[in-house]
């Protein structure tokens, strides 16, 4: 089990950026894949992006070119950049870890609200 810690949401403007960060409990350096996921009101959750133990990176269309996920090994920490916001952007965000194919571990999600 890892236990995830998001922070980093709020507020901003269209246009405007935010980064995401989420902690984990132990080494990520072994954890088969990291990702986030969001939801917004009424809808279901959907994947944003996803970084594996290789490096490999997942973005959902609508966010490519604009979102990018990172992390940072000796801090135990994943990102997720989000620049160019749109008010579609809005919803709940969650941080997702995979230690195992069929084990996925998801913190309590962080909100990000984006204004027209």
């Known amino acids: 089990q890892v236990r995830l810690v998001e922070s980093g949401g709020g507020l901003v403007q269209a246009g405007g950026s935010l980064r995401l960060s ?3 409990s132990k080494s990520i350096f ?19 992006a996803t970084l ?19 992390r940072d090994t000796a801090k135990n920490t ?8 749109k008010p579609e952007d809005t ?11 069929n084990v996925e571990n998801w913190g309590q999600g962080t909100q990000v609200t984006v204004s027209s």
């Open 30 to 48: 072994s954890i088969l894949t990291m990702g986030w996921y969001r939801q917004a009101p009424g809808k279901g959750r959907e994947l944003v």
């Open 52 to 70: 594996d133990f290789g490096g490999t990176t997942n973005y959902a269309d609508s966010v490519k070119g604009r979102f990018t996920i990172s």
């Open 91 to 101: 919803a709940v965000y969650y941080c997702v870890a995979h230690p195992t194919a």
């Open 78 to 85: 994943v990102y997720l950049q989000m620049n160019s916001l």
């Open 22 to 24: 989420c902690a984990a």
